[in-house]
């Protein structure tokens, strides 16, 4: 059955260096989002992306973040310059043409310190 | 805005015991309804969802929910719990498709079984 794969799956970084977080979606389908959950709280919509374009993005995707699909199977997750509370794991999930049910990966726990 | 509420943030059942999860949402057109499941260390699994139609509906895993709008709840069952049912459990609203279907998920429940 075709899965949502996520690397790496845990990093550790210092404040303030950039990361990047690579998923590859399920071949055929069309809308790619992100999401993250920090450590006891709730799973929080970041962005939706469709069409090489932005969708929708939530009051947390800030200017730090940028979503990319650099080419036809890799939908990665850049942030800029990280901070402490940027700790979360951080799930990428795909949904087909209908965009009825997101498949997710298993995620990339990113450990800020 | 949309938005989800799992009252019971730890459930403790014996094995074989039946199971209910409780979830209650906000919004205001007719919502995509979801519940997923997370083990540890693991992604979130789907376990069975919403549209429209038949109010109850069957997943895997034996799970199943039923869809109320007048309690706007969506609660998740299962007869018989299985020790490899011990997990997190979300429950999820989607938005308009027009929207970009983004999911509001709930705060989870930690499901235990004791043996």
């Known amino acids: 059955e075709p899965e949502v794969t996520q690397t790496p799956s845990h990093q550790v970084t210092q404040m303030g260096q950039e990361v990047i977080l690579r998923c590859v979606p399920i071949?055929?389908?069309?809308?790619f989002y992100w999401y993250r959950q920090i450590l006891g709280q709730k799973v929080e919509f970041l962005v939706s992306?469709?069409?090489?374009?932005?969708?929708?993005k939530s009051e947390i995707f800030d200017d730090q973040f940028s979503v990319e699909r650099p080419d036809g199977s890799n939908f990665t997750l850049k942030i800029r310059s990280t901070k402490l509370e940027d700790s979360a794991m951080y799930f990428c999930?795909?949904?087909?043409?209908?965009?009825?049910?997101?498949?997710f990966g298993p995620g990339t726990r990113l450990l800020v310190l | 805005a949309q938005s989800v509420t799992q009252p019971d943030i730890h459930i403790t059942v014996s094995e074989g015991a039946s199971l209910e999860l409780r979830c209650n949402y906000s919004?205001?057109?007719?919502?995509?309804l979801f519940w997923y499941v997370q083990s540890p260390g693991q992604g979130l699994q789907l376990l069975l969802k919403?549209?429209?139609?038949?109010?109850l509906v069957q997943g895997i895993k034996g799970f199943e929910a039923e869809f109320k709008r007048s309690q706007s709840s969506f609660n998740l069952r299962k007869p018989s719990v299985h020790w490899s049912d011990a997990a997190e459990y979300f429950c999820?609203?989607?938005?308009?498709?027009?929207?970009?279907?983004?999911?509001?998920f709930g705060g989870g429940t930690r499901v235990l079984v004791k043996p």
């Open positions: 999930a795909s949904t087909g043409q209908y965009q009825e049910t997101q498949y």
């Open positions: 071949s055929n389908h069309l809308y």
């Open positions: 992306f469709y069409n090489n374009e932005i969708s929708e």
């Open positions: 919004y205001g057109a007719t919502p995509y």
């Open positions: 919403y549209f429209s139609g038949d109010t």
């Open positions: 999820a609203v989607g938005a308009d498709r027009a929207a970009g279907n983004k999911l509001t």
